[in-house]
Nanobody, 119 residues
Framework: QVQLVESGGGMVQAGDSLKLSCTTS????????IGWFRQAPGKEREFVGR?????VVADPVKGRFTISRDDAANTAYLQMNNLKPDDTGKYLC???????????????WGQGTQVTVSS
C-alpha cells in the first residue's frame, strides 16, 4: 500500500515559480530519503535532488530549486524558482534509502506531474 503522489505541476512561463508536492503513504516517511527526478521527452530520467534531513540538488538547478519536507504531513516539496524551458519535463518523486557506499536506492515511485515552461 505504498503510494507516492506528486502534485503542483503546470504550464508556466520562463522566470515563473512552482512548488511541487510529494505526498506519501505506506512508508515510515521520516526514515526514507525522498528523491526528485525529471524526465523530458526523448531524454533519460535525470536526478534533481534528494532529502533526508537536509536537501541537496543537482548542479543544473542549484540556486533555483530547493527541496524540503514536512514529516508530520508525510510530504516532500520541490520549490522551483526562475524556471527555464530546459526544466520542462515530468517530475517524479521516489522514496528510498542509502544502502551502502553512498548509493541510494529508490524503491517506490509516483506517477509524476508535468511541468512545462514556455519561452
Amino acid at each position: 500500500q505504498v503510494q507516492l503522489v506528486e502534485s503542483g505541476g503546470g504550464m508556466v512561463q520562463a522566470g515563473d515559480s512552482l512548488k511541487l508536492s510529494c505526498t506519501t503513504s505506506g512508508i515510515t516517511f521520516a526514515n526514507n530519503f525522498i528523491g526528485w527526478f525529471r524526465q523530458a521527452p526523448g531524454k533519460e530520467r535525470e536526478f534533481v535532488g534528494r532529502i533526508l534531513r537536509v536537501g541537496v540538488v543537482a548542479d543544473p538547478v542549484k540556486g533555483r530549486f530547493t527541496i524540503s519536507r514536512d514529516d508530520a504531513a508525510n510530504t516532500a516539496y520541490l520549490q522551483m524558482n526562475n524556471l527555464k524551458p530546459d526544466d520542462t519535463g515530468k517530475y517524479l518523486c521516489a522514496a528510498g534509502r542509502q544502502v551502502r557506499g553512498g548509493v541510494h536506492e529508490y524503491d517506490y515511485w509516483g506517477q509524476g506531474t508535468q511541468v512545462t515552461v514556455s519561452s
